[in-house]
């Protein structure tokens, strides 16, 4: 029986359902979820279309669709759709995202779902703007205790808010199970790609609000559209490369490599209108939240060797690595034209605050070296040119600007960590996608943490040792660069630009001087640090010692 989708009364409530009795026997065990991710345009609401009015066979599917707007413009679309052999339910949520505001409404609504054995599978269609990996968070065992220390923490907020009482029973009770872990897991996560515009969305200034309804993308969401790109394809089990009847072959070849480098071990599926085998997608048996973190094409390549031949149409990848600092001054001296520099503001609030003001107006009464765009005060950020010296200030320009640079236009995507002269005790964390290049503090070098501290496992101890050299332990820089032309010129060009910001021998003489110094004044690590920000010219925003942070308190989003 054909089923009109827009017949369906929506004035009872965000959630309805469609539904028919189905042959396949009842569901055993938990609900097997597929998460779909996607920019709109992409390819998603057709995908789903696809899902609701096949007759694949698989049983009933359930589907949770996620429309930040105040109006379902994918639902209402599936309402206007014929359905035949309708076996699926379909809920909708009303209010945004999953991953954050409406966390606890996907834990109901998927808690609920679990309960009725006729569902076969779930199909989760987050927003254009969520991070796949969050979501997958909500699904994983590894953070069931996480939820039984939230369920704790909502119990209490509870007993002192009534409205948070009545609110939140439900999703308390979940949590305190264990969350969705006890009743559902994740099977793949899938992204779908528009091949038109894959390139194109490395080759943006945009962000987030940019491409949607201000109202529809949170004040405190500054993400850009490259970065929320790579995050959706490096996560995935499953990428749909789709709209290829509007590419080129060349292009087409193109695109598949730059996704195989982001994620060698992703599934490819390419489609035109989102048609695909449904068997592709579900009942995969694919994910596994260690091995999805694990799998990014980046990370692969700082532990495996990588040929000069694994260049493919062009799209290749390298590993840059050095054993010296970088100068502060020329790094950013590098960077700051061709790419909108992101970092982290931190702000310390200690009772040394007033001593370190006094000593930053020593410094620069002391510096008077006047050299507009090459000083790098957090309190000058004017160029002589009258410049604007942040570059996220400036988007457009800097994309400009890359485009333009030889050297640096190619390079679509890198990722790892940095050392930076002056910042002896940590690593900086470098993540770059497309004109976006966010620098922030990471954590402790390995060799400036006590061996107690390290893990018991003897194969990670041996790992972290191979990167020790003597005397400078693991500090290095290790960056994945993946782009373009890399084959024909542009990796000597990045390993040179970048060599380039590296201590020269008589600043690497100074530098090994005050860190092996025994002297009055230079014997402790607190001490050197100083002595080496008196030396190099650091403009970066400070980082946070791990050490005086104190857990996770959630996603910074």
């Not at 439900?170 to 559902?184: N, S």
């Not at 040119?385 to 485009?403: H, Y």
């Not at 402790?524 to 920000?533: D, F």
Request: charged share 30%; proline share 4%.
């Amino acid at each position: 029986m054909a089923i009109e989708i827009s017949e369906i009364n929506c004035q009872n409530g965000p959630n309805q359902s469609i539904f028919k009795p189905t042959s396949k026997p009842l569901r055993e065990g938990k609900l097997p979820v597929t998460l779909l991710s996607g920019f709109l345009g992409s390819g998603k609401t057709t995908l789903l279309e696809h899902i609701l009015t096949s007759n694949h066979g698989l049983g009933r599917i359930a589907t949770i669709i996620n429309d930040i707007g105040s109006v379902n413009i994918d639902a209402a679309l599936l309402r206007e759709h014929k359905v035949s052999n309708v076996e699926e339910r379909v809920v909708e949520m009303q209010n945004g995202c999953i991953c954050c505001t409406l966390r606890g409404d996907l834990l109901e609504e998927v808690a609920a779902l679990s309960e009725d054995k006729s569902i076969h599978w779930l199909v989760i269609e987050s927003t254009g703007i969520s991070e796949p990996m969050q979501v997958a968070e909500t699904f994983s065992p590894e953070f069931s205790e996480m939820m039984l220390m939230a369920a704790d923490d909502l119990k209490q907020e509870m007993e002192k808010d009534e409205d948070s009482a009545k609110q939140n029973a439900k999703v308390q009770a979940i949590l305190a199970k264990g969350g969705l872990p006890e009743v559902a897991f994740l099977d793949a996560a899938v992204t779908v790609v528009d091949a038109v515009n894959v390139f194109n969305d490395f080759e943006t200034a945009d962000f987030l609000v940019d491409r949607n309804d201000a109202k529809n993308v949170p004040e405190e969401d500054d993400r850009n559209i490259s970065d929320l790109l790579v995050d959706q394809l490096e996560f995935a089990q499953v990428v749909i490369l789709n709209k290829i009847d509007l590419v080129t072959g060349d292009e087409l070849n193109k695109t598949k490599a730059l996704i195989k480098q982001l994620n060698p071990t992703a599934k490819l599926l390419t489609s035109n209108y989102s048609r695909i085998d449904l068997r592709e997608i579900l009942d995969t048996k694919m994910f596994d939240y260690t091995k999805a973190a694990l799998s990014m094409g980046w990370l692969r390549s700082l532990n495996e060797v990588v040929k000069p031949e694994t260049e493919e149409y062009g799209v290749g990848t390298f590993v840059y690595r050095a054993r010296r600092p970088f100068s502060p001054k020329r790094l950013w001296e590098t960077i700051r034209n061709v790419f909108v520099v992101i970092q982290e503001e931190f702000i310390d609030d200690g009772d040394d605050e007033a001593e370190k003001e006094d000593k930053n107006e020593d410094s620069n009464a002391s510096d008077g070296s006047g050299e507009g765009d090459v000083t790098m005060d957090k309190d000058d950020r004017k160029d002589n040119d009258g410049e604007e010296k942040q570059p996220q200030l400036n988007p457009k320009k800097r994309l400009e600007s890359k485009k333009a640079s030889k050297t640096f236009a190619p390079l679509l995507r890198s990722k790892g960590f940095f050392w930076l002269a002056t910042r002896p005790t940590m690593f900086g964390e470098w993540s770059q996608a497309g004109v976006m290049l966010t620098m922030t503090g990471g954590g402790k070098w390995r060799c400036e943490m006590p061996r107690e501290e390290w893990s018991d496992d003897p194969d990670v101890v041996k790992a972290i040792l191979a990167d020790f050299e003597e005397p400078w332990g693991d500090r290095r820089q290790e960056i994945v660069m993946i782009g373009t032309e890399m084959r024909s010129g542009g990796e000597k060009r990045l390993q040179e630009a970048l060599d380039a910001c590296l201590l020269d021998d008589q600043e690497w003489k100074k530098w090994t001087k005050i860190m092996k110094s025994v002297k009055k004044g230079l014997r402790t690590m607190e001490e050197k640090a100083e002595a080496l920000e008196e030396f190099f010219e650091d403009g970066f925003e400070d980082w946070q010692d791990p050490d005086d942070h104190e857990g996770h308190e959630g996603h910074n989003h």
